[in-house]
């Protein structure tokens, strides 16, 4: 059975994501791919029904199947995007500070490398390996990313309440600064994300 896009948004924000958050999560193809049509586009019913129980990641969870740390992302790319396009969106222009690209550094050259989880509304939309990071001359982070290893198989297709705002969250390390573990990132996001490169990663959005 379709659906309109506005019936999905409902439906997903039965798994406590609303307005905004709902529509991109949508439109990063988490339903699939909807049906155009001249008034609506419209989804499987039973794919919007699945994506809103996927199950959740408790702290606990992250903490036993990530025991050296994972970086948590909220950034939007497709899920059917290339892993080369969504780490054109996932890999530059991270305001990280001092400290956090040392640590960075140190364990992936520890552990080979440190799991990311790309989220949107909480929602997995991809997962890599950071196998290093560099400052850039405008004072961000570009971090080096290859293919994620065999564990992000049981992470796909989870959901992972992250907390409203921050544009990553690093679950596993030392608190830093004040903040408690999870070690929250800069408290706001300026946008300075490739926005053409996020763009070329998505659809149009639900109607």
Known sequence: MLITGREATSLVGLAGTRGRLAYEALRCGL????????????????????????????????????????????????VDATFEEQAAVLAPRWRLGMVHPVMIRTRAQDHGAVPMLATVAGFVVAGADIIGAAATSDGTTTLRLQP???????????????????????????????????????????????????????RPGPR
Do not use: C, N
């Not at 155009?36 to 408790?58: I, M, N, S, W």
């Open 31 to 78: 339903a699939g791919e909807p049906v155009e049509t001249p008034a609506a586009h419209l989804y499987d019913h039973a794919r919007v029904v699945a994506l809103a129980g996927r199950p959740t990641l408790t702290e606990v969870d992250l903490d036993e199947r990530f025991p050296h740390g994972v970086f948590i992302a909220r950034r939007s790319v497709h």
């Open 148 to 202: 994620p290893g065999p564990w992000f198989a049981d992470a796909r297709e989870t959901r992972i309440p992250a907390g409203a705002g921050r544009p990553y969250v690093i679950r596993g390390w030392p608190s830093l600064g004040g903040h408690r573990d999870p070690a929250w990132g800069s408290a706001a996001w300026d946008g300075t994300v490739d926005r053409g490169a996020e763009r070329r990663t998505l």
